[in-house]
């Protein structure tokens, strides 16, 4: 056996075993393991009876070298076809590299662990997190999905904030990359339909949907909803006829699709598309909710609270359906029921704005104005950001304390937002009825410059005639009477309003007329609550929302209808417990609900329940509160602050 051989002597026979073999066997060995075997050479001494050859102690030791520099060589060699995987180490700036460089060996060589080698540095720009800087300096490869979930993230929390337009460009880079994706389409349609940017958000859906090849039901769904605000219902009904086909299983279009032809009268086709919508997606709170209005719609009042318990126990944390359910028994003045409803939608969502909206104005008209108050105000301080809730305080506050306390929560509001039409409206109502008549068509002029399209136009509208007949300029009042119908033909209010002017005027024909007129063009469409001109029906809609869907009646606060029992219930007024829904059903409201409403805001909202009136107060901005000199002299102030039925 050959101890020890160089690369130059020729490979012995095949019983022969080679302890160290040359450099291309070794080439050969190393080549087939991914990683580095370290190797570290020692001085054998073998019995005598091992060894066929002498070599003296010389041979060995220069042998032995021989394979040390061979192995270190093809070791350098590896290292530069292969990715060493090191540990991170911190970047050295040019002056820490030089100072490396110059500590280095007598060969000048740098310590090669204190510098990223530039393989793994190539290797880490090809995988970058979600930054716009990195992805636009990266390679041009495709990031990783995880980083969509990222982006779609931030974009919602910069539409929270009102930065609408940082939120349209990560979209806009989300569909660059992710072009088969449909959530970036979705919510850069949402985010410019926001900013009433209709022509965009429709080119995006229609994008989307090409993209996704139709097979995303979402955009279709969006799309539709887009087109059904326009008033383009035909073009919505495709769409959401084609987002059902492209999933049976998409509970929204079903539902949206329903909710469309509640609107427009066709009852029969609504109950079906529910139907449907039961058959395809299961039980769904949505589905039972809008059957449940069905039922109140037809007087089947313990039908739909059975429906209610169904979309309750479908999602007990739907505050939507514990919100309709209230407002159907605060409709048959069940108000103890009722406000163990609104209990219950609070509980099921905290800091849901609508539940302390509606809540806070069902107490204040059953009597408890200083309940109704500190509704307004908690509902406030978990959502700042809401300009209805700070306007229907400011209602309260006009009508039972002073006019400078609302007037300052008025321009608190539209602050806030200042493109939300009802907030300006409300003001200049308060406004007329103060007397100042200037600053009140200023602010109905702001409206109107926000957008002079909208329902809450035409009651802008209808207001500022009101208020023009009541000066005496019947001409000014005729022409904004018109251009309110203009763009609602259907409001019942403003055309028996119109009729009512000329009827005061002695024109008996000319009110005919308008009268015969509004009877011809009618068409079965459900019209919104009628929007009389006095306090509590000037309340922003978004207290009506669900309500006005079937337009249960049109002064949900004014003429509650009688409460009825059904055949399941007791017929005791006073204190008779429902089977289905397992309410109080009665009037007395001063009997105990088991709820303690300031403990609750302590555990839930971490709020102090006498530090509602600071919190309000540290709200506001006095930096941009823009000073307006009113005029001392009243010209109108009627006793009653609410003004009379004006049809």
């Known amino acids: 056996m050959n101890l020890f051989t160089t690369t130059t002597s020729s490979s012995s026979s095949k019983s022969n075993f080679n302890l160290f073999t040359s450099s291309q066997n070794i080439n050969k ?11 570290k050479t020692t001085h054998l001494t073998l019995p ?88 636009e300096s990266s390679s041009g490869e495709k990031p990783l999905t995880v980083n969509l979930d990222l982006a779609l993230y931030k974009a919602k929390i910069l539409t929270k904030n009102f930065r609408y ?46 993209a996704t090849q139709g097979e995303n039901p979402y955009i279709w769904q969006c799309w539709a909803v887009l087109e059904n605000k326009l008033g383009n219902i035909g073009k919505a009904r495709e769409l959401f006829d084609a987002s059902t086909v492209a999933d049976k299983g998409h509970i929204a279009a079903w539902h949206g699709w329903a909710v469309l032809e509640l609107r427009q009268g066709n009852i029969k086709k609504a109950r079906q598309l529910l139907a449907k919508g039961l058959k395809f997606c299961g039980g769904n709170e949505y589905i039972y909710q809008t059957l449940a209005l069905l039922e109140a719609k037809a007087n089947r009042y313990e039908q739909a609270r059975n429906l209610f318990r169904q979309a309750t126990n479908c999602n007990p944390k ?50 408890f104005i200083d309940k109704g108050k500190k509704l307004l105000k908690i509902g406030h301080a978990v959502n700042p950001r809401d300009p209805v809730l700070l306007q ?47 600053t009140a068509r200023e ?51 403003t055309w028996m309003t119109w009729a009512q002017l000329e009827e005061d005027q002695g024109n008996s024909v000319r009110a005919e007329e308008i009268r015969n007129l509004y009877f011809q063009q009618r068409t079965e469409v459900v019209d919104d609550a009628s929007w009389v001109m006095g306090f509590m029906d000037i309340i922003d809609p978004a207290l009506d929302r669900i309500k006005q869907l079937l337009n249960l009646e049109k002064s ?44 609750f805001i302590r555990n839930k909202l971490n709020l102090d329940p006498d530090q509602l009136d600071v919190l309000l107060e540290k709200t506001s901005n006095p930096s941009v509160v823009r000073k307006v000199n009113y005029p001392r002299r009243r010209i109108f102030r009627p006793e009653d602050k609410t003004a009379a039925t004006l049809a």
């Open 48 to 135: 005598p009876c091992y060894s066929q050859q002498k070599s003296s102690h010389n041979t060995k030791t220069e042998a032995v070298k021989n394979a040390d520099v061979g192995i270190e060589e093809k070791e350098d060699s590896f290292n530069k076809d292969r990715l060493v995987v090191r540990r991170p180490v911190k970047e050295l700036s040019d002056e820490e590299v030089g100072d490396v460089a110059g500590s280095g060996g007598g060969d000048g060589g740098v310590n090669s662990s204190g510098i990223i080698d530039a393989t793994l540095n190539e290797f880490a720009k090809k995988m970058p997190m979600f930054e716009p800087e990195r992805m």
């Open 165 to 210: 337009q940082e939120a349209e460009e990560i979209l806009e880079k989300c569909i660059d990359y992710w072009p088969e994706d449909g959530r970036p389409y979705v919510a850069l349609g949402k985010v410019l339909s926001k900013q009433s940017k209709v022509a965009e958000a429709r080119a995006i859906y229609a994008k989307g949907s090409q």
């Open 392 to 438: 229907s305080l400011a209602l309260l506050e006009y009508k039972y304390s002073t006019a400078n306390l609302a007037r300052k929560l008025f321009r608190r509001a539209s602050e806030i937002d200042p493109r939300h039409q009802p907030v300006w409206i409300a003001w200049g109502w308060m406004e007329w009825k103060e007397g100042n008549l200037d």
């Open 443 to 493: 602010l109905y002029q702001r409206a109107l410059s926000i957008d002079s399209t909208t329902e809450s136009a035409a009651r802008c509208l209808q207001a500022w005639g009101v208020l023009e007949q009541r000066v005496g300029n019947l001409s000014a009042a005729r022409r904004l009477f018109r251009s309110s119908l203009n763009i609602n033909s259907q409001s019942y209010i």
């Open 556 to 599: 949900s606060y004014k003429e509650p209808s009688a409460y009825s029992p059904g055949d399941n219930e007791s017929t005791d007024d006073e204190a008779s417990v429902s089977p289905y829904s397992g309410l109080y059903v009665g009037n007395d409201l001063e009997s105990a609900s088991g709820f303690d409403l300031d403990d």
């Open 318 to 367: 739907s505050c939507a359906s514990w919100i309709a359910w209230a407002q159907m028994e605060m409709q048959q003045e069940n108000n103890l029921a009722a406000r163990q409803l609104f209990e219950r939608a609070v509980q099921a969502s905290p800091k849901n704005r609508f539940a302390w909206h509606v809540w806070g104005i069902f107490e204040a008209n059953v009597g």
């Open 29 to 39: 060995h190393i080549s087939k393991f991914p990683f580095i075997i370290p190797c």
